[in-house]
């Protein structure tokens, strides 16, 4: 573990209220990740984030089981868009699970609400620039595979970007040119580390499109025969932004109902009743992998 904290009297001084209309923002998104997290540290008074967690629909309570929770308004910092999805609560959560420092970024926006890629991605670059060395994804997901059970999570070993965005498409402010090796874009040991949590949990593989709109049953079977086993419309931009940054990468995937043409019609309402029925388990399972996690892991003998 290797984040830093300044004082308590520090941490508890509220910060300044910096608003994105009020402030000048720098025109990259890679600067503007850096000045959100710099804002992130002042407001917060800690130096350094160990692990990041994205939460997808209705798991927004695995930010009460943080110690120390402190809470920002996505609204109030740089370079972030409120999002606009019913059940995402548009949040920033710092605070301390274990020995590491968890900064919590609890609502995405999306593609589909017609923000660009790197606007999707602002919230991960954020946390890669707050330090965080790995970062746990998660999603709503349609289940492919017959054999997952809806409301169960699924652990993903791999992506079908589909989603026709990249993150690393110039011209930007970041490192350049984006050839990023995406050989194992979800870390092997923080799947190790998973499974060893839930030993029961399936690995498949995310097609992540665009949406918003669902697929269609031929879609599907499209997708199943490239090998997908899940599908939802976020995250492979993210992991390819955050491997780009170094930052190691678990995902998982709660299956919110079986996908197209395999079950009964979609509708978002039944996929934020089952987030919702599944929060529990999936907050105590988070809770336990992220508590699990070695923020450091180069610094082990
Ligand atoms: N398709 C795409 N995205 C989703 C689905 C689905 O079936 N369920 C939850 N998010």
Request: proline share 7%.
């Amino acid at each position: 573990m290797s984040a830093s904290q300044s004082s308590p009297s520090a941490r508890d001084q509220p910060g300044p209220q910096v608003t994105a209309q009020a402030t000048a923002q720098p025109a990259g998104p890679y600067a503007r990740a850096r000045q959100a997290a710099d804002e992130i540290r002042d407001r917060t008074g800690i130096d350094r984030f160990d692990v990041a967690v994205v939460l997808g629909s209705g798991l927004g309570s695995f930010a009460d089981s943080l110690a120390g929770a402190q809470r920002l308004s996505m609204n109030g910092l740089a370079g972030f868009a409120p999002p606009g999805v019913p059940g995402h609560a548009g949040a920033i959560v710092a605070g301390r699970l274990g020995p590491c420092t968890v900064l919590v970024l609890a609502g995405r926006v999306h593609l589909y609400e017609g923000h660009d890629v790197h606007q999707v991605c602002h919230a991960v670059r954020t946390a890669a620039a707050a330090g965080v060395g790995a970062a746990v994804l998660t999603n709503a997901a349609g289940g492919i595979d017959p054999g997952y059970a809806v409301g169960s999570l699924v652990r993903i070993g791999d992506h079908l970007n589909l989603s026709g965005a990249n993150p690393l498409t110039g011209p930007h402010d970041g490192p350049q040119p984006g050839f990023v090796d995406l050989s194992t874009a979800y870390d092997a040991d923080l799947r190790a580390v998973a499974a060893q949590v839930a030993p029961e949990m399936a690995e498949g593989v995310y097609a992540g499109l665009a949406g918003p709109s669902f697929e269609t049953p031929a879609e599907i079977r499209m997708l199943r025969a490239m090998g997908a086993t899940l599908v939802g419309m976020s995250t492979t931009c993210e992991t390819i932004a955050l491997r780009q940054l170094g930052v190691r990468v678990a995902a998982f995937s709660l299956v919110t109902n079986r996908a197209a043409g395999l079950g009964e019609p979609l509708s978002h309402q039944e996929v934020t009743a089952v987030g919702q029925a599944a929060a529990t388990d999936v907050v105590e399972f988070l809770t336990a992998l992220v508590g699990a996690i070695d923020a450091n892991p180069e610094a082990t003998p």
